[in-house]
């Protein structure tokens, strides 16, 4: 590890977009979850279609958080699985 300070504004920006992103997850699962017990309680949804429901939107956020792979980690994907040489 070297002590590189040139680096904490980048390490604060990536910390602010976590957090934004993790905010968004939360309204996004609370937001679905609602949906979905107005659709249950109302009768559209039965047993198997909340079940069904309920798996297929967990996916929703997880699909929010992968935002971040792309965006601000690319230099983390390209050096997975090689070793260090310094």
Request: zero cysteines; a positive charge.
């Amino acid at each position: 590890m070297k002590d590189d300070f040139s680096k904490i504004p980048e390490a604060i920006e990536i910390g602010r977009s976590v957090g934004t992103i993790a905010k968004q997850d939360f309204v996004i699962w609370g937001t679905v979850n609602v949906i979905g017990l107005v659709l249950v309680f109302a009768r559209i949804l039965g047993p198997e279609g909340a079940a069904a429901y309920n798996f297929l939107t967990d996916f929703l956020p997880l699909m929010n958080s992968m935002r971040l792979l792309g965006e601000r980690f690319p230099e983390v994907l390209r050096n997975i699985g090689r070793r260090k040489t310094d």
